[in-house]
T-cell receptor
Framework: GAVVSQHPSRVICKSGTSVKIECRSL??????MFWYRQFPKQSLMLMAT?????????EQGVEKDKFLINHASLTLSTLTVTSAHPEDSSFYIC??????????????FGPGTRLTVT | AQSVTQLDSQVPVFEEAPVELRCNYS??????LFWYVQYPNQGLQLLLK??????LVKGINGFEAEFNKSQTSFHLRKPSVHISDTAEYFC????????????FGTGTSLTVIP
């Protein structure tokens, strides 16, 4: 149980184009999902918190107009990188919290999406 | 605010030797602590977690960690490592006041030498 999937696992796009990454909770409902970014050999940096049915909460320094987040259902959140540039190349990881549990419990992480912007 | 420090960025160890990966945190409130493992180009897999209760926590793959409140530490240990344990290990902290937010350490790269 508690499986989170991401699609695609790898994507290469040209500079100036937009890329959408999907994050799905497969066997549980998640009112809250999280998007992280990880640079090579570095830790995960929280980009934003995605809340079902409402606007995402972005961390300081993250451009909300560039990284569009939509949490349209209890099992799906999407991250769209708009007008991508080479510096956006990174490993993007999503996680989800099981809405069925109260309090603070672990986050279930997706396998990540490797974005390369050429 | 929370913070997590993983003092060792790289830890080489011979196969079948014991290993300890250190994690210290700073917090003024009760915390929840986690260790995750990440294999190359993969997401994070939960090794173990401390929410409350016994301070010695056992996880998967033979790993265990001990919560030490006085030293604000949550070190990860394994008595005998395998080649397959080579990976990146992340310590993370959360608490009931920060809500869902996890704070991650910078990671420790464990390399098991045959």
């Amino acid at each position: 149980g508690a499986v989170v999937s991401q699609h695609p696992s790898r994507v290469i796009c040209k500079s100036g184009t937009s890329v959408k990454i999907e994050c799905r909770s497969l066997d549980f409902q998640a009112t809250t999902m999280f998007w992280y970014r990880q640079f090579p050999k570095q830790s995960l940096m929280l980009m934003a918190t995605s809340n079902e049915g409402s606007k995402a909460t972005y961390e300081q320094g993250v451009e909300k107009d560039k990284f569009l987040i939509n949490h349209a259902s209890l099992t799906l959140s999407t991250l769209t990188v708009t007008s991508a540039h080479p510096e956006d190349s990174s490993f993007y990881i999503c996680s989800a919290r099981d809405s069925g549990r109260g309090g603070i419990y672990e986050q279930y992480f997706g396998p990540g999406t490797r974005l390369t912007v050429t | 605010a929370q913070s997590v420090t993983q003092l060792d960025s790289q830890v080489p160890v011979f196969e079948e030797a014991p290993v300890e990966l250190r994690c210290n945190y700073s917090s003024s409130v009760s915390v929840y602590l986690f260790w995750y493992v990440q294999y190359p180009n993969q997401g994070l897999q939960l090794l173990l977690k401390y929410l409350s209760g016994s301070t010695l926590v056992k996880g998967i793959n033979g790993f265990e960690a001990e919560f030490n409140k006085s030293q604000t530490s949550f070190h990860l240990r394994k008595p005998s490592v395998h080649i397959s344990d080579t990976a990146e290990y992340f310590c993370a902290v959360s608490d009931e006041y920060t809500g869902n937010q996890f704070y991650f350490g910078t990671g420790t790269s464990l390399t098991v030498i045959p």
